[in-house]
């Protein structure tokens, strides 16, 4: 596609609205300020944090954010898993990734050193602020009846995106999976201390129905437990952690699973997928989850959100009509976004990362991705060992 480049925005005054503090909207904020946007972003909620567990940034992600001059904070309060482990039925089946460059990161850590980002780079966040909809001329409309004119408005506001769902432009494919996944933050206990437990656990058991511990060390004092089952398997999807249940399945997790029943502020979520098409109308725009939610089979979910964003702000840095960057943009983001959906739902229906050995030259496409934003200097930072490489 060809057009005419601008010289960015910084030679223009450039206002955006973005409903959604989560990551991809704190993303897109940092994206667009540090280009010499005004941005507003607007949380819902009367504050400003993540609720969540742990979270894996993969290289495709943390290329993103060395774009934006976040990924150093977060290399430093995180953890770089030696390897990542299958084990099925209390037996090591395989060990991969080792040297691959990603990182474990605790959600609400990661949460604040983006806030902290957006912040610096002078995004007006503002609380307490709920976005019900968007008009595609180019405005954000607010529960309180305000309507914020802007040269984008950017749906960041979920899955259930009201932004995405007010304007009524876009063809949604929406599936449900009959997996779910409860996860928990907890204390790191005495027996997984050590480097050597610096890496990622995957536990299955297959009968007499799948259930899946996904162990993670966020850091020196916490781990991750990504808890997946059916979700008829009432016991297993509940919160708080059904303890019985759980170590009934996983006895050589016993410990982990006593504290997992004590955590606080677990989640339990259904797996899905939604794939929206287009991801933007007019001066109004999706990005992450509002655009394509996906399965949390390989945890691509906020990584692809994030290197979208930061590619979007990349995009409108070159071109002088906001709506012919849009389009650019989704060219060169929608194949590799599609790709992950599919695979992270193809993980999801046939459990393959069960068997072990899954993380192949195909299904690493989606962690290998180089954003166009990306310079060569960074890309040669986070080198790929040669068995991960597609």
């Known amino acids: ?194 480097p050597e437990w610096d890496r990622v656990i995957d536990f299955w058991t297959l009968e007499p129905d799948p259930m899946r511990i996904l162990f993670i060390p966020t850091g020196p004092d916490t781990i991750y437990m990504g808890m997946m089952a059916t979700t008829t398997n009432e016991r297993a999807s509940r919160i708080p952690i059904d303890v019985e249940v759980w170590s009934k399945r996983f006895p050589h997790l016993a410990t982990a699973v006593e504290l997992a029943g004590k955590a606080e502020g677990g989640r339990h979520d259904s797996y899905q997928t939604n794939r929206v098409t287009p991801w933007s109308t007019g001066r109004a725009v999706l990005v992450g989850d509002a655009a394509h939610a996906m399965c949390p089979a390989l945890g691509q979910g906020a990584s692809v959100g994030i290197v979208n964003a930061v590619e979007l702000a990349h995009t409108l840095d070159q071109y002088d009509e906001i709506g012919e960057a849009l389009a650019v943009w989704e060219e060169r983001e929608r194949a590799m976004t599609d790709a992950a959906q599919a695979r992270s739902a193809y993980m999801a229906e046939t459990r393959r990362l069960a068997k072990g050995n899954g993380f192949t030259p195909e299904v690493m496409e989606t962690a290998n991705f180089v954003l166009p934003a990306v310079t060569p200097e960074i890309e040669a930072a986070y080198p790929v060992p040669a068995v991960n490489r597609s």
């Not at 180019?138 to 309180?144: E, F, I, K, P």
């Open 1 to 194: 596609m060809t057009g005419t480049l601008s010289a960015g925005p910084t030679s223009r005054s450039r206002r955006a609205e973005v409903a959604g503090a989560g990551f991809a909207g704190l993303t897109m904020s940092i994206a667009l300020a540090r280009r010499g946007w005004t941005v507003r972003l607007h949380e819902q909620n009367d504050q400003v944090r993540d609720f969540g567990a742990g979270i894996l940034l993969w290289r495709n992600a943390m290329l993103a954010l060395e774009v934006i001059g976040v990924a150093g904070t977060i290399r430093a309060n995180g953890v770089r898993p030696g390897t990542y482990d299958t084990n099925l039925n209390g037996e090591s089946v395989s060990s991969e990734l080792a040297g691959y460059p990603y990182w474990a990161i605790t959600r609400p850590k990661l949460h604040a050193l983006l806030v902290s980002a957006a912040r610096e780079a002078g995004v007006e966040i503002v609380t307490d602020s709920r976005a019900v909809g968007a008009d595609p001329a180019g405005a954000l409309l607010l529960a309180d009846g305000s309507r914020l004119a802007a040269d984008l408005v950017i749906g960041a506001d979920g899955a259930g995106s009201a932004v995405r769902n007010s304007l009524g432009e876009f063809t949604q494919e929406r599936k449900k999976y009959q997996d779910g996944v409860c996860r928990v933050l907890i204390p790191r206990p005495a027996e997984f201390q050590g």
